[in-house]
């Protein structure tokens, strides 16, 4: 299983950014997806989740309205962030696990990682 992101910038705030997951290794159709962020000196925390098999998203509070998740069922998810904010700063993670994850928010309970991409959001 691997798991690559790509698409963060540096974007002023009130700007929008698309954010890309390339998968390989596994079904959407067995497998939920989401995207974390991990700000400096803080925890890493949920930003949206996705499961095809059930056809389900979840969005954290801060996210919902501004950020979509989707998928083209194929192999890559996409987050896509309008209206940012200067504390939407952070690097952003996707995830992977076997389903159902029933939209944990718990890092621990995602089992694949990628490597991050930096979203830096000016004020």
């Known amino acids: 299983v691997q798991l690559v992101e790509s698409g963060g910038s540096f974007v002023q705030s009130g700007g929008s950014l698309t954010l890309s997951c390339v998968v390989s290794?596994?079904?959407?159709?067995?497998?939920?997806i989401a995207w974390f962020r991990q700000a400096p000196g803080k925890e890493r925390r949920s930003v949206a989740f996705l499961s095809e098999g059930d056809n389900t998203k979840y969005y954290e509070d801060f996210a919902k309205g501004r950020f979509t998740i989707r998928s083209d069922r194929k192999n890559t998810v996409y987050l896509q962030m309008t209206n940012l904010k200067p504390e939407d700063t952070a690097i952003y993670y996707c995830?992977?696990?076997?389903?159902?994850?029933?939209?944990?928010?718990?890092?621990?309970?995602?089992?694949?990682w990628g490597q991050g991409t930096q979203v830096t959001v000016s004020s």
């Open positions: 290794g596994f079904s959407f159709d067995t497998y939920d």
């Open positions: 995830a992977a696990a076997e389903a159902p994850l029933y939209g944990s928010p718990k890092a621990s309970d995602w089992t694949f």
